[in-house]
């Protein structure tokens, strides 16, 4: 399995991943949301800041990041591809993309929240550490830092 950069031809696939995991994405709640999420996506397509791995031609992990702003913005793994490396593929590309000479940072839930488990590991494993306890979507989180 291997990151490769998103491509406008592959929204479909990449919007029903998505939709499959978008009651664990704060702000998708809505197919408002999803119309205006699926146009952000097509924009950092076009920046080649859209990163997704593929199993047999149907995406099951998704990343989106900013190189302006230094940051991983979101990152979603189907539920049946989890515990396969599948996010550590994608975050470990995603920082070969960004400016590791200052810091980066991530958005993601709180410690006491069940659905923080998984990403806060991760986040952790690459050495992220714990930030300011923010607000996303009205959704409670906190930004991890990856310093330099």
């Known amino acids: 399995m291997e990151a490769v950069f998103g491509e406008n031809t592959c929204i479909n696939s990449w919007m029903q991943l998505v939709r ?45 990041f900013s190189r302006s702003k230094n940051m991983i913005c979101c990152l979603a793994v189907d539920p049946e591809h989890r515990k ?41 494993k690459f050495g992220f550490q714990e930030g300011e306890l923010t607000e996303e979507f009205k959704y409670p989180n906190q930004v991890f830092v990856l310093r330099p």
């Open 20 to 64: 499959k995991v978008s009651w664990n994405l704060p702000g998708l709640e809505t197919e408002e949301c999803l119309d205006e999420h699926k146009q952000t996506v097509l924009k950092f397509m076009n920046k080649k800041q859209a990163l997704c791995v593929k199993n047999q031609g149907t995406i099951i992990g998704v990343l989106l």
């Open 84 to 124: 396969q490396g599948v996010a550590s593929i994608l975050l470990k590309k995603a920082l070969n993309e960004l400016d590791r000479s200052k810091e980066i940072t991530v958005s993601t839930f709180r410690e006491n929240d069940k659905k923080g488990i998984a990403p806060r590991a991760l986040y952790k």
